[in-house]
Protein backbone atom coordinates (compact mmCIF):
# COMPACT_ATOMS: atom_id res chain seq x y z
CA UNK A 1 0.00 0.00 0.00
CA UNK A 2 2.74 2.60 1.12
CA UNK A 3 4.55 1.97 -2.04
CA UNK A 4 1.05 2.39 -4.18
CA UNK A 5 0.58 5.50 -2.46
CA UNK A 6 4.66 6.53 -3.04
CA UNK A 7 3.86 6.16 -6.69
CA UNK A 8 0.16 8.33 -6.80
CA UNK A 9 1.78 11.17 -9.70
CA UNK A 10 2.31 14.92 -8.17
CA UNK A 11 0.25 17.60 -9.54
CA UNK A 12 3.02 19.50 -11.01
CA UNK A 13 3.78 16.30 -12.96
CA UNK A 14 -0.16 15.48 -14.15
CA UNK A 15 0.32 18.95 -15.22
CA UNK A 16 3.72 18.45 -17.34
CA UNK A 17 1.14 16.18 -20.09
CA UNK A 18 0.43 17.42 -22.79
CA UNK A 19 -3.40 17.03 -22.13
CA UNK A 20 -3.45 19.11 -19.11
CA UNK A 21 -1.34 21.82 -20.81
CA UNK A 22 -4.57 22.21 -23.23
CA UNK A 23 -6.90 22.23 -20.44
CA UNK A 24 -4.98 25.46 -19.15
CA UNK A 25 -5.16 27.29 -22.29
CA UNK A 26 -9.13 26.80 -22.50
CA UNK A 27 -9.96 26.74 -19.10
CA UNK A 28 -9.70 28.88 -15.48
CA UNK A 29 -6.12 27.23 -13.57
CA UNK A 30 -7.57 27.00 -10.24
CA UNK A 31 -10.92 24.73 -12.05
CA UNK A 32 -7.55 22.48 -13.29
CA UNK A 33 -6.10 22.46 -10.38
CA UNK A 34 -8.93 21.17 -8.45
CA UNK A 35 -9.95 18.80 -10.87
CA UNK A 36 -6.52 17.11 -10.88
CA UNK A 37 -6.52 17.07 -7.25
CA UNK A 38 -10.16 15.46 -7.38
CA UNK A 39 -8.16 12.72 -9.44
CA UNK A 40 -5.53 12.33 -7.21
CA UNK A 41 -7.43 12.00 -4.28
CA UNK A 42 -10.16 9.45 -5.60
CA UNK A 43 -6.98 7.27 -6.38
CA UNK A 44 -5.12 7.41 -2.96
CA UNK A 45 -8.81 6.51 -1.30
CA UNK A 46 -9.28 3.75 -3.46
CA UNK A 47 -5.80 2.75 -2.30
CA UNK A 48 -6.49 2.85 1.28
CA UNK A 49 -10.08 1.41 0.73
CA UNK A 50 -8.66 -1.72 -1.00
CA UNK A 51 -5.96 -2.03 1.88
CA UNK A 52 -8.31 -1.98 4.52
CA UNK A 53 -10.03 -4.62 3.27
CA UNK A 54 -6.91 -6.69 1.90
CA UNK A 55 -7.19 -6.51 -1.46
CA UNK A 56 -4.61 -6.25 -4.21
CA UNK A 57 -4.39 -3.09 -6.14
CA UNK A 58 -2.13 -2.96 -9.59
CA UNK A 59 -0.81 0.82 -10.09
CA UNK A 60 -2.89 3.23 -12.41
CA UNK A 61 -1.59 4.38 -15.92
CA UNK A 62 -0.74 8.11 -15.74
CA UNK A 63 -3.45 8.29 -19.01
CA UNK A 64 -6.49 7.37 -15.98
CA UNK A 65 -5.27 10.47 -14.17
CA UNK A 66 -6.43 12.62 -16.89
CA UNK A 67 -9.32 10.86 -17.43
CA UNK A 68 -10.69 10.80 -14.29
CA UNK A 69 -9.65 14.83 -14.01
CA UNK A 70 -11.12 15.40 -17.18
CA UNK A 71 -14.25 14.28 -16.10
CA UNK A 72 -14.15 16.37 -13.25
CA UNK A 73 -12.70 19.52 -15.29
CA UNK A 74 -16.22 19.22 -17.82
CA UNK A 75 -18.21 18.95 -14.13
CA UNK A 76 -16.72 21.83 -12.91
CA UNK A 77 -16.57 24.05 -15.85
CA UNK A 78 -20.57 24.05 -16.50
CA UNK A 79 -22.63 26.04 -14.70
CA UNK A 80 -24.23 25.28 -11.52
CA UNK A 81 -27.84 26.79 -12.54
CA UNK A 82 -28.61 25.72 -15.89
CA UNK A 83 -31.67 25.24 -18.37
CA UNK A 84 -33.65 22.48 -18.15
CA UNK A 85 -36.77 20.56 -20.17
CA UNK A 86 -39.82 20.80 -18.21
CA UNK A 87 -41.87 17.49 -19.14
CA UNK A 88 -43.67 16.73 -16.08
CA UNK A 89 -45.99 19.30 -17.08
CA UNK A 90 -46.54 20.70 -13.87
CA UNK A 91 -46.92 24.32 -15.21
CA UNK A 92 -45.00 26.64 -12.10
CA UNK A 93 -43.17 24.50 -11.09
CA UNK A 94 -41.03 25.89 -8.22
CA UNK A 95 -38.00 23.51 -8.30
CA UNK A 96 -37.83 24.54 -11.47
CA UNK A 97 -38.07 28.00 -11.92
CA UNK A 98 -41.70 28.57 -11.91
CA UNK A 99 -42.20 30.98 -14.70
CA UNK A 100 -40.29 30.93 -17.94
CA UNK A 101 -40.48 34.77 -19.44
CA UNK A 102 -42.44 35.80 -22.41
CA UNK A 103 -39.60 37.26 -25.31
CA UNK A 104 -40.95 40.92 -24.71
CA UNK A 105 -39.58 40.21 -21.05
CA UNK A 106 -36.31 38.89 -21.98
CA UNK A 107 -36.00 41.21 -24.87
CA UNK A 108 -36.39 44.38 -21.64
CA UNK A 109 -34.24 42.36 -19.61
CA UNK A 110 -31.63 42.31 -22.22
CA UNK A 111 -32.04 46.09 -23.08
CA UNK A 112 -31.87 47.06 -19.98
CA UNK A 113 -29.03 45.26 -18.69
CA UNK A 114 -26.94 45.96 -21.28
CA UNK A 115 -26.78 49.93 -19.57
CA UNK A 116 -27.62 52.22 -17.60
CA UNK A 117 -31.56 53.24 -17.52
CA UNK A 118 -33.54 55.81 -15.29
CA UNK A 119 -34.00 53.08 -12.96
CA UNK A 120 -34.20 56.13 -9.87
CA UNK A 121 -34.45 58.65 -12.20
CA UNK A 122 -37.04 61.36 -13.35
CA UNK A 123 -35.94 62.23 -16.71
CA UNK A 124 -38.43 64.87 -17.54
CA UNK A 125 -37.64 66.82 -13.98
CA UNK A 126 -33.99 65.78 -14.09
CA UNK A 127 -33.38 64.45 -10.60
CA UNK A 128 -34.26 61.61 -8.70
CA UNK A 129 -36.98 59.45 -9.43
CA UNK A 130 -38.26 56.22 -7.59
CA UNK A 131 -38.34 52.48 -8.83
CA UNK A 132 -41.49 51.51 -8.14
CA UNK A 133 -43.51 54.38 -10.98
CA UNK A 134 -42.45 51.52 -13.51
CA UNK A 135 -44.69 49.24 -12.68
CA UNK A 136 -47.43 51.40 -10.88
CA UNK A 137 -48.98 52.90 -13.82
CA UNK A 138 -49.31 49.71 -15.85
CA UNK A 139 -50.99 48.14 -12.63
CA UNK A 140 -53.24 50.90 -11.79
CA UNK A 141 -54.63 50.41 -15.22
CA UNK A 142 -55.15 47.24 -15.16
CA UNK A 143 -56.89 46.82 -11.55
CA UNK A 144 -58.13 50.37 -10.66
CA UNK A 145 -55.85 50.21 -7.88
CA UNK A 146 -54.73 54.03 -5.90
CA UNK A 147 -51.05 52.82 -5.80
CA UNK A 148 -48.64 50.18 -6.49
CA UNK A 149 -45.33 48.80 -6.04
CA UNK A 150 -43.34 45.71 -6.23
CA UNK A 151 -40.57 43.91 -4.07
CA UNK A 152 -38.46 40.97 -4.01
CA UNK A 153 -41.15 38.01 -3.82
CA UNK A 154 -44.66 37.70 -2.20
CA UNK A 155 -43.17 36.33 1.17
CA UNK A 156 -41.23 39.81 1.36
CA UNK A 157 -44.41 41.64 0.19
CA UNK A 158 -46.25 40.12 2.84
CA UNK A 159 -43.39 40.66 5.78
CA UNK A 160 -43.24 44.63 4.46
CA UNK A 161 -46.79 44.84 5.20
CA UNK A 162 -47.28 43.32 7.70
CA UNK A 163 -44.58 44.92 9.43
CA UNK A 164 -45.50 48.69 8.56
CA UNK A 165 -49.03 48.01 9.28
CA UNK A 166 -49.30 45.89 12.64
CA UNK A 167 -45.60 45.75 14.16
CA UNK A 168 -46.48 45.51 18.05
CA UNK A 169 -50.27 45.26 17.30
CA UNK A 170 -52.76 41.97 17.00
CA UNK A 171 -53.18 40.78 13.31
CA UNK A 172 -56.66 38.67 13.15
CA UNK A 173 -56.31 35.86 10.75
CA UNK A 174 -58.81 32.66 10.18
CA UNK A 175 -57.45 29.50 12.01
CA UNK A 176 -58.16 27.85 8.77
CA UNK A 177 -55.97 30.21 6.59
CA UNK A 178 -52.95 29.62 8.78
CA UNK A 179 -50.95 27.89 5.93
CA UNK A 180 -47.73 26.74 4.92
CA UNK A 181 -46.83 27.64 1.29
CA UNK A 182 -43.85 24.99 1.04
CA UNK A 183 -40.30 26.21 1.24
CA UNK A 184 -41.13 26.85 4.75
CA UNK A 185 -43.31 29.76 4.03
CA UNK A 186 -45.54 29.94 7.32
CA UNK A 187 -48.03 32.70 7.81
CA UNK A 188 -47.72 32.29 11.58
CA UNK A 189 -43.69 32.62 11.55
CA UNK A 190 -43.53 35.02 8.75
CA UNK A 191 -45.96 37.02 11.06
CA UNK A 192 -43.67 36.26 13.97
CA UNK A 193 -40.52 37.88 11.71
CA UNK A 194 -42.49 40.80 11.27
CA UNK A 195 -43.44 41.99 14.68
CA UNK A 196 -47.19 41.60 14.76
CA UNK A 197 -48.83 39.17 17.20
CA UNK A 198 -50.80 36.57 15.75
CA UNK A 199 -54.40 36.65 16.62
CA UNK A 200 -56.21 32.94 15.36
CA UNK A 201 -59.93 33.02 15.31
CA UNK A 202 -62.88 30.31 14.47
CA UNK A 203 -61.98 27.01 13.58
CA UNK A 204 -60.35 25.05 11.17
CA UNK A 205 -63.23 24.45 8.78
CA UNK A 206 -65.51 27.39 10.01
CA UNK A 207 -64.49 30.93 10.73
CA UNK A 208 -67.62 33.17 11.05
CA UNK A 209 -67.75 36.85 10.48
CA UNK A 210 -68.92 36.70 14.33
CA UNK A 211 -65.63 35.38 15.27
CA UNK A 212 -63.59 38.27 13.47
CA UNK A 213 -65.86 40.82 15.36
CA UNK A 214 -65.18 39.59 18.98
CA UNK A 215 -61.67 39.64 18.25
CA UNK A 216 -61.33 43.25 17.47
CA UNK A 217 -59.57 45.67 20.51
CA UNK A 218 -57.48 48.77 20.41
CA UNK A 219 -54.90 46.71 19.70
CA UNK A 220 -55.75 45.12 16.56
CA UNK A 221 -53.20 46.65 13.69
CA UNK A 222 -54.95 44.76 10.56
CA UNK A 223 -56.97 42.11 9.25
CA UNK A 224 -55.47 39.77 7.23
CA UNK A 225 -57.13 36.91 4.67
CA UNK A 226 -54.60 34.53 3.09
CA UNK A 227 -55.25 32.53 -0.04
CA UNK A 228 -55.02 28.66 1.38
CA UNK A 229 -53.05 28.24 -1.82
CA UNK A 230 -51.97 24.43 -2.30
CA UNK A 231 -55.21 23.03 -0.66
CA UNK A 232 -58.92 23.29 -0.12
CA UNK A 233 -60.88 22.72 2.88
CA UNK A 234 -64.27 21.18 1.44
CA UNK A 235 -68.04 19.69 2.96
CA UNK A 236 -68.45 21.32 5.89
CA UNK A 237 -66.99 24.78 5.95
CA UNK A 238 -67.62 28.26 6.26
CA UNK A 239 -65.37 31.33 5.15
CA UNK A 240 -65.91 35.14 5.79
CA UNK A 241 -65.83 37.03 1.86
CA UNK A 242 -63.87 39.52 1.50
CA UNK A 243 -66.43 42.11 1.06
CA UNK A 244 -67.41 41.32 4.54
CA UNK A 245 -64.05 41.55 5.96
CA UNK A 246 -62.99 45.17 3.92
CA UNK A 247 -66.54 46.18 5.71
CA UNK A 248 -65.68 44.87 9.06
CA UNK A 249 -62.63 47.01 8.88
CA UNK A 250 -64.10 49.77 6.96
CA UNK A 251 -66.45 50.34 10.35
CA UNK A 252 -63.77 49.68 12.81
CA UNK A 253 -61.21 51.91 11.26
CA UNK A 254 -58.90 48.93 10.82
CA UNK A 255 -56.73 47.77 7.43
CA UNK A 256 -58.18 44.95 6.03
CA UNK A 257 -55.28 43.14 4.29
CA UNK A 258 -55.19 40.08 0.99
CA UNK A 259 -52.55 37.52 0.15
CA UNK A 260 -53.80 36.18 -3.12
CA UNK A 261 -50.83 33.85 -3.66
CA UNK A 262 -50.93 33.43 -7.17
CA UNK A 263 -52.63 36.52 -8.41
CA UNK A 264 -54.15 36.06 -12.49
CA UNK A 265 -55.35 39.29 -14.55
CA UNK A 266 -57.20 37.15 -16.49
CA UNK A 267 -60.52 35.29 -15.71
CA UNK A 268 -59.50 31.54 -15.52
CA UNK A 269 -62.60 30.27 -14.57
CA UNK A 270 -63.00 28.46 -17.62
CA UNK A 271 -59.42 26.95 -17.75
CA UNK A 272 -59.94 25.11 -14.07
CA UNK A 273 -59.61 28.39 -11.66
CA UNK A 274 -63.17 27.98 -10.83
CA UNK A 275 -63.74 30.13 -8.14
CA UNK A 276 -60.53 32.11 -8.18
CA UNK A 277 -61.14 36.07 -8.42
CA UNK A 278 -58.38 37.91 -10.74
CA UNK A 279 -56.44 40.95 -8.91
CA UNK A 280 -59.05 43.52 -10.33
CA UNK A 281 -61.99 41.66 -8.27
CA UNK A 282 -59.81 41.14 -5.37
CA UNK A 283 -59.39 44.60 -5.16
CA UNK A 284 -62.66 45.50 -6.24
CA UNK A 285 -63.76 43.20 -2.63
CA UNK A 286 -62.75 46.45 -1.25
CA UNK A 287 -59.49 45.11 0.98
CA UNK A 288 -57.03 47.87 1.77
CA UNK A 289 -53.84 45.90 0.56
CA UNK A 290 -53.70 43.21 -1.72
CA UNK A 291 -50.26 41.14 -2.45
CA UNK A 292 -49.65 37.98 -5.05
CA UNK A 293 -46.40 36.67 -6.64
CA UNK A 294 -45.27 37.93 -9.71
CA UNK A 295 -43.70 34.29 -11.09
CA UNK A 296 -46.66 31.97 -10.53
CA UNK A 297 -49.85 32.93 -12.36
CA UNK A 298 -48.96 35.98 -13.55
CA UNK A 299 -46.19 34.53 -15.78
CA UNK A 300 -43.91 36.92 -14.73
CA UNK A 301 -39.95 37.45 -12.89
CA UNK A 302 -40.18 36.76 -9.72
CA UNK A 303 -41.42 39.26 -7.65
CA UNK A 304 -44.01 40.32 -4.82
CA UNK A 305 -46.81 42.88 -6.08
CA UNK A 306 -48.06 45.30 -2.95
CA UNK A 307 -51.27 46.94 -4.32
CA UNK A 308 -54.00 48.81 -2.30
CA UNK A 309 -54.66 52.49 -0.97
CA UNK A 310 -52.60 55.47 -1.32
CA UNK A 311 -52.03 56.48 2.07
CA UNK A 312 -50.95 52.23 3.19
CA UNK A 313 -48.73 52.21 0.61
CA UNK A 314 -46.69 55.39 1.40
CA UNK A 315 -46.53 54.11 4.23
CA UNK A 316 -44.98 50.71 2.99
CA UNK A 317 -43.05 51.91 1.11
CA UNK A 318 -41.19 54.00 3.29
CA UNK A 319 -40.70 51.16 5.90
CA UNK A 320 -36.31 51.17 5.96
CA UNK A 321 -37.16 47.08 5.26
CA UNK A 322 -38.60 48.22 1.99
CA UNK A 323 -34.66 48.96 0.95
CA UNK A 324 -33.32 45.58 2.20
CA UNK A 325 -37.31 44.15 0.21
CA UNK A 326 -36.67 45.54 -3.40
CA UNK A 327 -36.56 44.61 -6.33
CA UNK A 328 -33.92 44.89 -8.72
CA UNK A 329 -33.24 46.33 -11.61
CA UNK A 330 -33.37 43.17 -14.16
CA UNK A 331 -36.35 41.78 -12.22
CA UNK A 332 -38.30 45.29 -12.59
CA UNK A 333 -37.63 45.01 -16.27
CA UNK A 334 -39.09 41.95 -16.52
CA UNK A 335 -42.33 42.33 -14.60
CA UNK A 336 -42.73 46.12 -16.58
CA UNK A 337 -42.81 44.20 -19.84
CA UNK A 338 -45.15 41.19 -18.52
CA UNK A 339 -47.63 43.58 -16.98
CA UNK A 340 -47.50 45.85 -20.05
CA UNK A 341 -48.11 42.52 -22.11
CA UNK A 342 -51.52 42.85 -19.89
CA UNK A 343 -52.79 45.34 -21.61
CA UNK A 344 -54.12 43.51 -24.40
CA UNK A 345 -55.26 40.43 -22.80
CA UNK A 346 -56.01 38.45 -25.52
CA UNK A 347 -52.08 38.45 -26.94
CA UNK A 348 -51.23 38.07 -23.58
CA UNK A 349 -52.80 34.43 -23.37
CA UNK A 350 -50.84 33.53 -26.23
CA UNK A 351 -47.29 35.21 -25.21
CA UNK A 352 -47.23 34.79 -21.88
CA UNK A 353 -45.64 31.42 -21.62
CA UNK A 354 -47.66 30.32 -18.30
CA UNK A 355 -50.54 31.88 -19.09
CA UNK A 356 -50.88 29.72 -22.48
CA UNK A 357 -49.05 26.43 -20.77
CA UNK A 358 -52.75 26.82 -19.04
CA UNK A 359 -55.15 27.82 -20.96
CA UNK A 360 -53.90 26.12 -24.69
CA UNK A 361 -56.70 23.94 -25.82
CA UNK A 362 -56.45 20.07 -25.39
CA UNK A 363 -56.42 19.88 -29.49
CA UNK A 364 -52.89 21.92 -29.05
CA UNK A 365 -51.34 19.34 -26.68
CA UNK A 366 -52.76 16.32 -29.18
CA UNK A 367 -50.72 17.45 -31.51
CA UNK A 368 -48.04 17.92 -29.55
CA UNK A 369 -48.05 14.38 -27.82
CA UNK A 370 -48.75 13.20 -31.81
CA UNK A 371 -45.32 14.63 -32.47
CA UNK A 372 -43.49 13.30 -29.91
CA UNK A 373 -44.90 9.94 -30.42
CA UNK A 374 -44.44 10.16 -34.01
CA UNK A 375 -40.97 11.19 -33.60
CA UNK A 376 -40.13 7.62 -31.32
CA UNK A 377 -41.97 5.64 -33.55
CA UNK A 378 -39.91 6.85 -36.12
CA UNK A 379 -36.41 5.77 -34.19
CA UNK A 380 -37.90 2.00 -35.35
CA UNK A 381 -36.32 0.27 -31.99
CA UNK A 382 -38.50 -2.47 -31.78
CA UNK A 383 -37.63 -2.91 -27.73
CA UNK A 384 -39.79 0.40 -27.37
CA UNK A 385 -43.35 0.79 -26.36
CA UNK A 386 -45.35 4.08 -27.19
CA UNK A 387 -48.22 5.03 -25.85
CA UNK A 388 -50.55 8.47 -25.17
CA UNK A 389 -52.83 8.36 -22.74
CA UNK A 390 -55.40 10.54 -21.15
CA UNK A 391 -54.19 12.15 -17.77
CA UNK A 392 -53.84 15.74 -16.02
CA UNK A 393 -51.55 17.76 -15.58
CA UNK A 394 -51.08 20.26 -12.68
CA UNK A 395 -50.32 24.08 -12.37
CA UNK A 396 -48.29 24.13 -9.71
CA UNK A 397 -46.84 26.78 -7.32
CA UNK A 398 -49.99 26.91 -4.81
CA UNK A 399 -51.84 27.98 -7.73
CA UNK A 400 -54.98 26.60 -8.44
CA UNK A 401 -55.55 23.57 -5.66
CA UNK A 402 -58.79 22.10 -7.14
CA UNK A 403 -57.88 22.67 -10.63
CA UNK A 404 -57.91 19.76 -13.24
CA UNK A 405 -56.35 20.13 -16.23
CA UNK A 406 -57.13 17.11 -18.59
CA UNK A 407 -53.87 16.73 -20.90
CA UNK A 408 -52.56 13.88 -23.21
CA UNK A 409 -49.31 12.00 -22.05
CA UNK A 410 -46.76 10.16 -24.41
CA UNK A 411 -45.78 7.13 -22.18
CA UNK A 412 -42.42 5.17 -23.21
CA UNK A 413 -41.82 1.42 -22.01
CA UNK A 414 -38.62 -0.45 -22.88
CA UNK A 415 -37.35 -3.98 -22.94
CA UNK A 416 -34.01 -3.62 -21.61
CA UNK A 417 -33.71 -0.54 -19.82
CA UNK A 418 -35.72 0.18 -16.94
CA UNK A 419 -38.21 3.31 -16.40
CA UNK A 420 -35.95 4.56 -13.69
CA UNK A 421 -32.87 3.86 -16.16
CA UNK A 422 -34.24 6.02 -18.55
CA UNK A 423 -35.51 8.64 -16.28
CA UNK A 424 -32.01 9.34 -14.92
CA UNK A 425 -30.06 9.05 -18.47
CA UNK A 426 -32.33 12.10 -19.71
CA UNK A 427 -32.23 13.43 -16.12
CA UNK A 428 -28.40 13.76 -16.68
CA UNK A 429 -28.33 13.92 -19.63
CA UNK A 430 -27.74 17.15 -21.86
CA UNK A 431 -30.26 18.93 -22.15
CA UNK A 432 -31.61 17.32 -18.58
CA UNK A 433 -34.74 16.31 -19.29
CA UNK A 434 -36.78 16.01 -16.29
CA UNK A 435 -39.86 13.39 -16.29
CA UNK A 436 -42.39 11.61 -14.20
CA UNK A 437 -42.70 7.63 -13.90
CA UNK A 438 -45.89 6.36 -13.65
CA UNK A 439 -47.11 2.11 -13.66
CA UNK A 440 -43.21 1.47 -14.69
CA UNK A 441 -43.16 3.75 -17.68
CA UNK A 442 -41.92 7.16 -18.18
CA UNK A 443 -44.24 10.06 -19.10
CA UNK A 444 -43.70 13.28 -21.04
CA UNK A 445 -46.84 16.13 -20.53
CA UNK A 446 -46.44 18.05 -23.41
CA UNK A 447 -48.63 20.53 -21.80
CA UNK A 448 -45.07 22.01 -20.96
CA UNK A 449 -43.41 21.73 -24.08
CA UNK A 450 -42.85 23.42 -26.98
CA UNK A 451 -42.02 21.95 -30.15
CA UNK A 452 -38.14 22.70 -29.91
CA UNK A 453 -38.24 21.32 -26.93
CA UNK A 454 -40.18 17.87 -28.46
CA UNK A 455 -37.71 17.70 -30.72
CA UNK A 456 -34.81 17.57 -28.57
CA UNK A 457 -36.63 15.01 -26.62
CA UNK A 458 -37.35 12.78 -29.43
CA UNK A 459 -33.35 13.14 -30.60
CA UNK A 460 -31.94 12.64 -26.90
CA UNK A 461 -34.72 9.26 -26.69
CA UNK A 462 -32.89 7.85 -29.54
CA UNK A 463 -30.05 7.97 -29.07
CA UNK A 464 -30.40 6.42 -25.19
CA UNK A 465 -32.65 2.92 -26.59
CA UNK A 466 -29.88 3.09 -29.43
CA UNK A 467 -26.93 2.81 -27.21
C1 LIG B 1 -46.72 31.41 -3.01
C2 LIG B 1 -47.32 32.14 -1.90
C3 LIG B 1 -46.55 32.99 -1.10
C4 LIG B 1 -45.08 33.17 -1.32
O1 LIG B 1 -44.85 33.82 -2.53
P1 LIG B 1 -43.37 33.89 -3.15
O2 LIG B 1 -43.54 34.76 -4.36
O3 LIG B 1 -42.98 32.49 -3.46
O4 LIG B 1 -42.50 34.50 -2.13
C5 LIG B 1 -47.18 33.66 -0.08
N1 LIG B 1 -48.49 33.51 0.16
C6 LIG B 1 -49.27 32.69 -0.59
C7 LIG B 1 -50.72 32.56 -0.27
C8 LIG B 1 -48.71 31.98 -1.66
O5 LIG B 1 -49.45 31.19 -2.41
Not at 102 to 131: F, H, W
Not at 226 to 235: A, R
Not at 273 to 284: K, L, Y
Request: with cysteine; hydrophobic share 40%; aromatic share 4%.
Amino acid sequence: MKELLRQLPSVDEILKENRAKQWLETHPRVLVLEAVRAAIDKQRKAILQSAAKGEDRKTVALSEFLDQAETVLHELSEPSLRPVINATGVIVHTNLGRSPLSEKAIQRVVEISRGYSNLEYDITAGERGKRHVHVEGTLTRLTGVEAATAVNNNAAAVLLCLNTLARGKEVIVSRGELVEIGGSFRVPDVMERSGAILREVGTTNKTHLKDYEKAINENTGLILKVHTSNYKIVGFTKEVSPEELAKLGRKNKIPVMWDLGSGSFIDLSTYGGAGEPTVRQAIDSGVDVLTFSGDKLLGGPQAGMILGKKTYLDAIRSNPLARALRIDKLTLAALDATLGQYLDPDKAAKEIPTLWMLIQPLSEIERKAGLMADGFKDSGNKELSITIQDDTSQSGGGALPTGIFPTKTVCIRHGQLSANQIESLLRLGKPHIITRIKDGMVIFDPRTLNDEEIGKIVETVKKIVTT
